[in-house]
């Protein structure tokens, strides 16, 4: 929220409520939908599909495509809301913008937006008019464009949608016989009809890591550094602090507010970095709460959530500290589920400083994060063993009945 707001907070459900509309309501929605609402803000969730997540603990919903320009103003006339915070990168950005020269407060702005739901402009705009360490990369439209720029940067590549979320369309070509069929994957998975597709040299890291960083009223703060691993493009674990050398650190730092900088607005921002060979290299941004970021709900004091409600109303940032290390994992299925059932909550959560999120989602495809668990423990070794070892206790099944 920009300062014009001040810190008023009017009363939910009443005239002068302070009315939070969020686009996309997946789990990281639903814990800013209720880190919002312990601010006393009026929420409202709108998705692609029924019964998502925030919907289920906002105040009200709406189902639209939001990529349909006409929807998204109806259902922003409709709600006059103080903030628009856009969850998820298929939306009419074009509109965003048009309605934020409107007077409507876009978090972080629509032109970031705009930008971070496209892996062309952000990287182009990290490399270029920024001018942070990223890895070779291209981009192609069609086939012919694609195969020279793997010749061109050399195998092994990795090759994804410009647009697309979750890792959805990302895969790895280590041998030529795998460019086809990385190309038809990137195609399939992309969120846009673009067809455009990155080539980016597959940088083997020592490690990889998020940094998230709050752009507030009173500057920029960074949290302590997460960890985390990945599948296919996808969050499987992550923990913090990841360990780095203070040199990678302020690097890292440094590189963050340059970009955050460019892009501009309140909020959080999940920055991805590699490390390779003590280097540190910008991967990816987010202008949101990020997936790796979910360990927060148990290691920092204020999760990112509350962080990133704080900046957008102009709320104050304290100092950022890990207070114990944490650890979180991903309850991942690996088949088609209509009606969800989980069994094994309850074991895992005899187990010593673990708790569990299960999002809630009505229905699972193969690949599809269904919850996470989330652990603390006097080492981060520890914390990592409890939240896979939680995970490993849950089963996730078709309920018949």
Same mark, same amino acid.
């Given at each position: 929220?920009?300062?014009?707001?001040?810190?008023?907070?009017?009363?939910?459900?009443?005239?002068?409520?302070?009315?939070?509309?969020?686009?996309?309501?997946?789990?990281?929605?639903?814990?800013?939908?209720?880190?919002?609402?312990?601010?006393?803000?009026?929420?409202?969730?709108?998705?692609?599909?029924?019964?998502?997540?925030?919907?289920?603990?906002?105040?009200?919903?709406?189902?639209?495509?939001?990529?349909?320009?006409?929807?998204?103003?109806?259902?922003?006339?409709?709600?006059?809301?103080?903030?628009?915070?856009?969850?998820?990168?298929?939306?009419?950005?074009?509109?965003?913008?048009?309605?934020?020269?409107?007077?409507?407060?876009?978090?972080?702005?629509?032109?970031?937006?705009?930008?971070?739901?496209?892996?062309?402009?952000?990287?182009?705009?990290?490399?270029?008019?920024?001018?942070?360490?990223?890895?070779?990369?291209?981009?192609?439209?069609?086939?012919?464009?694609?195969?020279?720029?793997?010749?061109?940067?050399?195998?092994?590549?990795?090759?994804?949608?410009?647009?697309?979320?979750?890792?959805?369309?990302?895969?790895?070509?280590?041998?030529?016989?795998?460019?086809?069929?990385?190309?038809?994957?990137?195609?399939?998975?992309? &969120?846009?009809?673009? +067809?455009?597709? $990155?080539?980016?040299?597959? #940088? =083997?890291?020592?490690?990889?890591?998020?940094? *998230?960083? %709050?752009?507030?009223?009173?500057?920029?703060?960074?949290?302590?550094?997460?960890?985390?691993?990945?599948?296919?493009?996808?969050?499987?674990?992550?923990?913090?602090?990841?360990?780095?050398?203070?040199?990678?650190?302020?690097?890292?730092?440094?590189?963050?507010?340059?970009?955050?900088?460019?892009?501009?607005?309140?909020?959080?921002?999940?920055?991805?970095?590699?490390?390779?060979?003590?280097?540190?290299?910008?991967?990816?941004?987010?202008?949101?709460?990020?997936?790796?970021?979910?360990?927060?709900?148990?290691?920092?004091?204020?999760?990112?959530?509350?962080?990133?409600? &704080?900046?957008?109303? +102009?709320?104050? $940032?304290?100092?950022?500290? #890990? =207070?114990?290390?944490?650890?979180?994992?991903? *309850?991942? %299925?690996?088949?088609?589920?209509?009606?969800?059932?989980?069994?094994?909550?309850?074991?895992?959560?005899?187990?010593?400083?673990?708790?569990?999120?299960?999002?809630?989602?009505?229905?699972?495809?193969?690949?599809?994060?269904?919850?996470?668990?989330?652990?603390?423990?006097?080492?981060?070794?520890?914390?990592?063993?409890?939240?896979?070892?939680?995970?490993?206790?849950?089963?996730?099944?078709?309920?018949?009945?």
């Amino acid at each position: 929220m920009s300062p014009a707001h001040g810190n008023r907070l009017g009363t939910p459900e009443s005239p002068n409520a302070t009315t939070l509309l969020l686009l996309g309501s997946g789990e990281l929605g639903k814990e800013v939908v209720l880190a919002a609402q312990r601010l006393g803000i009026e929420t409202v969730a709108v998705d692609r599909y029924e019964h998502a997540p925030a919907m289920q603990v906002a105040h009200r919903d709406y189902i639209i495509d939001m990529t349909d320009a006409t929807a998204l103003r109806e259902v922003v006339q409709q709600e006059d809301p103080t903030i628009i915070i856009p969850e998820i990168e298929a939306i009419a950005t074009d509109e965003l913008k048009r309605l934020e020269t409107q007077g409507y407060d876009v978090v972080p702005t629509a032109q970031a937006t705009r930008l971070t739901m496209d892996r062309e402009w952000i990287r182009e705009f990290a490399a270029e008019e920024v001018g942070v360490t990223t890895s070779e990369y291209a981009f192609a439209d069609n086939y012919d464009t694609y195969r020279k720029a793997v010749e061109d940067i050399g195998i092994p590549v990795v090759v994804k949608p410009t647009m697309s979320s979750s890792g959805k369309g990302q895969s790895i070509v280590r041998e030529s016989a795998e460019i086809n069929g990385a190309w038809e994957t990137a195609r399939a998975g992309s &969120r846009s009809d673009t +067809g455009r597709v $990155i080539i980016e040299e597959l #940088v =083997e890291f020592d490690s990889e890591f998020t940094l *998230l960083t %709050v752009r507030h009223a009173d500057g920029t703060t960074f949290c302590p550094p997460v960890g985390h691993t990945q599948q296919d493009g996808d969050y499987r674990t992550s923990w913090q602090p990841h360990s780095l050398t203070t040199e990678q650190r302020t690097t890292a730092q440094q590189m963050a507010q340059k970009v955050t900088d460019g892009l501009g607005g309140y909020g959080i921002f999940g920055v991805e970095f590699f490390v390779q060979d003590g280097t540190v290299i910008f991967s990816e941004l987010s202008p949101r709460p990020h997936d790796t970021g979910l360990v927060t709900l148990s290691s920092q004091r204020l999760s990112q959530f509350d962080l990133h409600l &704080r900046a957008i109303l +102009g709320l104050p $940032i304290p100092d950022i500290d #890990v =207070e114990r290390p944490g650890a979180s994992a991903a *309850l991942v %299925v690996d088949e088609p589920l209509t009606r969800p059932a989980f069994t094994g909550v309850d074991e895992a959560l005899s187990m010593s400083d673990v708790d569990i999120r299960l999002f809630g989602k009505p229905e699972a495809y193969p690949g599809r994060r269904m919850g996470a668990a989330v652990a603390t423990a006097i080492d981060i070794e520890t914390a990592q063993e409890r939240a896979s070892e939680a995970v490993d206790c849950i089963h996730v099944s078709d309920d018949k009945t």
